[in-house]
């Protein structure tokens, strides 16, 4: 993972961790999901962070949801299997691909950029 999409990655898990409000963690968990899609190790923390979160809510739904994308995030980010944009949700439908939030979008082109460079 780039620095400057580790950083993003991380800076959104603190702000999961340090919000005050379930909407704001979820909201962070999601986009901390987006930027870790192309990580194995990352991908799948984000997964269990959203797990954590299911079970302190004890949303049943959510946290059956975030046991089934745990076993197969890791893998399918090895794969390039992803779809794109996800948020991770259990709400939303495992391989649904979505719209990549604008300031993401440059944070993963920046990452891309620095991968370029470093070769």
Same mark, same amino acid.
């Given at each position: 993972? !780039? ?9 959104? *898990? #603190?702000? =999961?961790?340090?919000?005050? $409000? ?17 990580? !194995? ?9 959203? *797990? #954590?979160? =299911?079970?302190?809510?004890? $949303? ?60």
């Amino acid at each position: 993972m !780039p620095p400057t999409v580790r950083a993003a990655f991380e800076a959104e *898990l #603190r702000s =999961a961790t340090i919000a005050n $409000d379930l909407d704001t963690m979820w909201h962070a968990l999601e986009r901390a999901h987006i930027l870790s899609q192309g990580w !194995p190790w990352p991908h799948t923390r984000s997964h269990w962070h959203m *797990l #954590r979160l =299911a079970l302190r809510c004890r $949303d049943r739904r959510e946290a059956l949801g975030q046991v089934v994308r745990l076993t197969g995030a890791g893998l399918a980010s090895s794969l390039g299997r992803v779809p794109v944009g996800n948020t991770g949700r259990a709400t939303v439908g495992i391989m649904t691909p979505m719209p990549i939030p604008d300031d993401l979008e440059r944070i993963l082109a920046a990452g891309r950029a620095e991968t370029t460079t470093s070769r």
